[in-house]
């Protein structure tokens, strides 16, 4: 079975490298991303996923992965910053406070034994994420620096700021940084097969 990475994200390439597993990439702009407003928060991003995965046409024998990563915090939904000055607003939401990254994640698969159709199979990964204080100094030099306006919430675990703010962590540290893995690799494996050759 051929294996598709439906993202152009430069984490999610390198996560998925890391399984060993070869992949292709292939890219679909223009998908809507819009979600009912009273979806809970643990939901939104497997929604996400499904639509994405919806919205490819793929072969007989392709494994199809879409995910999609939300910062929830105090009841709110963070995405990905539309502006730098939007993304210093989310990091001063989440300064000195504790909140949860959700990435959902669809597998799409058309078996040739079914002649031809599909099975989606979806799951979602939780971390609790606490950053200490931050000064404005630091969100502003973060914000200037890096960029972050591709990322939910406005900050990677793995630059900067995830080494000077980030006080604790629980759950899959791979899950902030966009995909998690390990439920993948045991996804990827017992939905499709792939990878459970190598035995733990």
Do not use: C
């Not at 223009?30 to 991003?45: H, M, N, Q, S």
């Not at 990905?80 to 939401?93: F, W």
């Not at 909140?99 to 669809?106: A, D, L, N, P, Q």
């Not at 620096?145 to 980030?166: F, L, S």
């Amino acid at each position: 079975m051929k294996l598709i990475l439906a993202s152009n994200s430069p984490r999610r390439k390198q996560l998925l490298a890391g399984l060993d597993l070869p992949f292709e990439v292939r890219v679909k702009d223009g998908i809507d991303e819009t979600y009912p407003r009273d979806l809970p928060a643990e939901e939104v991003p497997v929604w996400i996923s499904r639509r994405k995965a919806e919205a490819y046409d793929i072969a007989d024998g392709e494994v199809l992965i879409t995910a999609d990563t939300v910062v929830a915090v105090g009841g709110r939904i963070l995405g990905k910053p539309a502006s730098p000055e939007e993304a210093k607003q989310m990091l001063r939401s989440l300064s000195g406070r504790t909140h949860h990254v959700i990435t959902g994640v669809t597998l799409r698969v058309r078996r040739t034994e079914r002649g031809g159709a599909d099975d989606y199979f979806s799951f979602n990964a939780v971390t609790e994420v606490t950053f200490t204080t931050l000064s404005r100094e630091q969100i502003d030099y973060y914000v200037a620096t890096y960029k972050p306006m591709d990322k939910a919430g406005a900050y990677g675990i793995q630059e900067w700021i995830g080494y000077v703010g980030v006080t604790g962590i629980q759950g899959s540290y791979y899950n902030v940084m966009g995909l998690p893995v390990q439920r993948l690799s045991q996804a990827l494996a017992d939905f499709v097969g792939i990878g459970s050759n190598v035995k733990a």
